[in-house]
């Protein structure tokens, strides 16, 4: 056989395993995301009382505000 023959049948080789290596690897790749992305994460820990004191917080802001408005009004 040609000697230029059998170097491109060995780089051709090389390439098919490169591609093949490379396949695998994105494979096993895809898979550690994926399976990682469906694991359950922990839970975030609350603090209960902090969230209490926030939506009051807020709740009272809303209110004064809706007591500005109605008196913008009224004086309107």
Same mark, same amino acid.
């Given at each position: 056989?040609? $000697?230029?023959?059998?170097?491109? @049948? ?5 390439? *098919? *395993?490169? @591609?093949?290596?490379?396949?695998? *690897? ?7 995301? /994926? ?6 994460? $922990? $839970?975030? $820990?609350?603090?209960?009382? =902090?969230?209490? /004191?926030?939506?009051?917080? &807020?709740?009272? !802001? !809303?209110?004064?505000?809706?007591? &500005? *408005? /109605? /008196?913008?009004?009224?004086? =309107?």
């Amino acid at each position: 056989m040609h $000697p230029d023959v059998v170097f491109l @049948q060995w780089k051709a080789n090389n390439i *098919r *395993r490169v @591609q093949m290596a490379l396949v695998l *690897r994105c494979t096993i790749d895809f898979a550690k995301r /994926s399976r990682l992305a469906s694991a359950p994460q $922990p $839970p975030i $820990p609350v603090d209960v009382s =902090m969230m209490r /004191s926030k939506l009051e917080r &807020e709740k009272s !802001e !809303e209110d004064s505000n809706l007591g &500005e *408005r /109605s /008196s913008c009004d009224a004086t =309107m």
